[in-house]
């Protein structure tokens, strides 16, 4: 079964801590994702990578970084946490060329305070 | 600028009837138009999606009905089974190049009561 890893559902961070979201993705595809989900707002889109050592900017950017040294693995950065960051963050992976669904990880839950 | 708005932001319904959730785009470029369904503790997952040569697909109990000329698509969920209680999203993307990035509706919280 082909799987979206997210190293942790649950975590809780300190304001202005350097914190990093894991995502591993088995299915060896080019493109991987991460997004944030908020009652009443939906997912929005924070990056995204199409290529190892590739990413562009999502919508709401701002606050973060990411990573993809390797294929399967898609890091998300916050580089000094706030609590307006408080949220639950989703990865997500699809293959490039085509339509095809996106897979998605089940979520961390991130608490700032 | 939201470009994909989704309504209702809930909706409940009765076992055995229809639940509707509509959304619409401003973007005419957009050429894949999937709907997720989101379960509590899980992320979203793929329920079936239409490309905007067809008017219609089916899948089992879902439909998506599509209309170009008024930018609109809608997921039809005939005879609403109370496992069906989830949160659904639509999604609208262009094809070409590297850009798949799916733009999502805000969500309907489906609740079928027994």
């Known amino acids: 079964d082909v799987k979206v890893t997210q190293s942790s559902r649950y975590l809780v961070k300190r304001t202005g801590e350097k914190v990093f979201l894991e995502c591993v993705q088995d299915m060896d595809h080019e493109n991987m994702f991460w997004y944030r989900q908020d009652p009443g707002l939906g997912l929005r889109l924070i990056y995204f990578?199409?290529?190892?050592?590739?990413?562009e900017k999502g919508d709401i950017p701002e606050g973060y970084s990411v990573s993809r040294e390797k294929k399967e693995r898609f890091s998300l950065i916050l580089e000094s946490a706030s609590t307006n960051q408080t949220s639950m963050y989703l990865c997500a992976s699809s293959l490039w060329g085509g339509f095809r669904g996106y897979t998605f990880g089940s979520g961390t839950r991130l608490t700032v305070v | 600028q939201q470009q994909v708005k989704q309504s209702p932001q809930s909706l409940i319904v009765q076992k055995g009837g229809i639940s509707i959730i509509n959304c619409a785009y401003e973007?005419?470029?957009?050429?894949?138009f999937p709907w997720y369904q989101q379960f509590p503790g899980k992320g979203p997952a793929l329920l079936i999606a239409?490309?905007?040569?067809?008017s219609e697909k089916k899948e089992g109990r879902f439909t998506i009905s599509f209309n170009k000329s008024a930018k609109q698509f809608s997921l039809h969920i005939m005879d609403s089974q109370p496992g069906d209680s989830a949160t659904y999203f639509c999604?609208?993307?262009?094809?070409?190049?590297?850009?798949?990035?799916?733009?999502f509706g805000k969500g309907t919280l489906l609740t079928v009561n027994p």
């Open positions: 973007n005419t470029a957009f050429d894949y």
């Open positions: 239409i490309r905007p040569d067809v």
């Open positions: 990578s199409y290529d190892v050592k590739m990413k």
């Open positions: 999604a609208a993307s262009t094809s070409g190049g590297s850009n798949y990035k799916l733009t």
